[in-house]
Structures are given as structure tokens and as C-alpha cells.
């Protein structure tokens, strides 16, 4: 079955860009939407925004300044950076494939394991 | 933006009882977009209920989901001990993904 797996640094400093890999296994990155969720410590979960297959992407106009999305079908991965990170973007990470289509939505299935990454100096 | 409030904010509740969640939209919304999560400590959300009623896969039948418009329902019917845990509701408006701020269900 399609399993997914975030990857990228853990620790990143003030200001700087926080950059994040998710690998899709056991299934093609074609024909869904990718999606990344993110959820600080203890709190509830934020949705940050997705990207399709043929590289069109939604961010949540609340990061949207901040965030860009791309996908690399050769290496069936697809990718988030957020810039200017503050310690308020210290959250645990979590890329999910989005089951999107036209007319509704089967949900956000499977979801990686997720990745902490701390915004720290 | 559709904003979702969850309540109860905590459950608490004996195993073999029943569990009713519920999940108000500031506005009404088609239920096709309507979803349900269940995560326990250290793990990764986990679909449970999908266009607002529907099992996603592997999904014992004691879950169920309910609901249009602005309020929804997830029901539990006989909480198993591995059933304790936060449940997030997600709705998909104006191009844009919400989730609610969690229901935690606690063994009393």
C-alpha cells in the first residue's frame, strides 16, 4: 500500500528556510493531490496547503506569503518550503496524500509519520 | 473562512459506553467535503469518516459518522480501549482545508 515518509532537518534557525521532503512509496505521485498539515506541540492541527500532480498548488492564505510547494515525479517525492520561520513555525510536519476531486473529498489517507522540526537559534 | 467548533472539548467516558462528538461549521458546507480523524499520542492523524458518513477503509463499524449543513456527528457506538484518543474534525471550503480544535476521549 502507498505509504508516505517526511524527511529534512530538524533544527532550523530564525529567519532562515524551513525545507521538507515527503517520499510517496508503493504507489504513484500521479492523479491525487498532496498534501502538508502541520501541528505544534500539544495543539491542534493547521492545514498548510497542497500541491497536484501537474504541479498546481492551494496554500492557505495564511502562510501563503511563505509557503511553496513543487513535486519531483521522476523521484516520486514532493516538497514544502517555508520561509522567514519564526519559533511559532515549530510544529511536528506531516505530509498526507489529499483525495481530492471534483465534486468532493475521500479525505486525507495515508498521512506520514510526521517530523518535528524546531525553529531555534 | 469556515470556521469548525468541536464539542465536547474532553469526553469522558467508561469503555462499552457510547461517544457523541460533535462538530459545528460558522456556515453551511456540502458534506462531501466533511471529515473525520482520530489521533492518539505520538502518532499521525488517522482517517476515519470521510464525505461526512462515510468508513474509510479498515475502519470497524462502530464508528459512524452523521450530519449536513453545519453540524455534524461522530458516534462511537462501544468505546473500545484503543478508541481513547483526539478526534479532528476537517471540512474543505473556498479552496481552503479547516480542521476543529479537537475532541479528547478519556477513560473516566
Known amino acids: 500500500q502507498v505509504q508516505l515518509q517526511e524527511s529534512g532537518p530538524g533544527l532550523v534557525k530564525p529567519s532562515e528556510i524551513l525545507s521538507l521532503t515527503c517520499t510517496v512509496s508503493?504507489?504513484?505521485?500521479?492523479?491525487?493531490?498532496w498534501t502538508w498539515v502541520r501541528q505544534p506541540p500539544g495543539k491542534g492541527l493547521e492545514w498548510l496547503g497542497y500541491?497536484?500532480?501537474?504541479?498546481?498548488?492551494n496554500y492557505n492564505p495564511s502562510l501563503k506569503s511563505r509557503v511553496t510547494m513543487s513535486l519531483d515525479t521522476s523521484k516520486n517525492q514532493f516538497s514544502l518550503k517555508l520561509n522567514s520561520v519564526t519559533a511559532a513555525d515549530t510544529a511536528f510536519y506531516y505530509c498526507?496524500?489529499?483525495?481530492?476531486?471534483?465534486?468532493?473529498?475521500?479525505?486525507?489517507?495515508?498521512w506520514g509519520q510526521g517530523t518535528l522540526v524546531t525553529v531555534s537559534s | 473562512e469556515i470556521v469548525l467548533t468541536q464539542s465536547p472539548g474532553t469526553l469522558s467516558l467508561s469503555p462499552g459506553e457510547r461517544a457523541t462528538l460533535s462538530c459545528r461549521a460558522s456556515q453551511s458546507f456540502s458534506g462531501s467535503y466533511f471529515a473525520w480523524y482520530q489521533q492518539k499520542p505520538g502518532q499521525a492523524p488517522r482517517l476515519l469518516i470521510y464525505g461526512a458518513s462515510s468508513r474509510a477503509t479498515g475502519i470497524p463499524d462502530r464508528f459512524s459518522g452523521s450530519g449536513s449543513g453545519t453540524d455534524f456527528t461522530l458516534t462511537i457506538s462501544r468505546l473500545e480501549p484503543e478508541d481513547f484518543a483526539v478526534y479532528y474534525c476537517q471540512q474543505y471550503g473556498s479552496s481552503k482545508y479547516t480542521f476543529g480544535q479537537g475532541t479528547k476521549v478519556e477513560i473516566k
Open positions: 498526507a496524500r489529499d483525495r481530492l476531486y471534483g465534486s468532493g473529498s475521500f479525505g486525507f489517507d495515508p
Open positions: 508503493g504507489g504513484s505521485i500521479s492523479s491525487y493531490y
Open positions: 500541491i497536484y500532480d501537474n504541479g498546481g498548488t
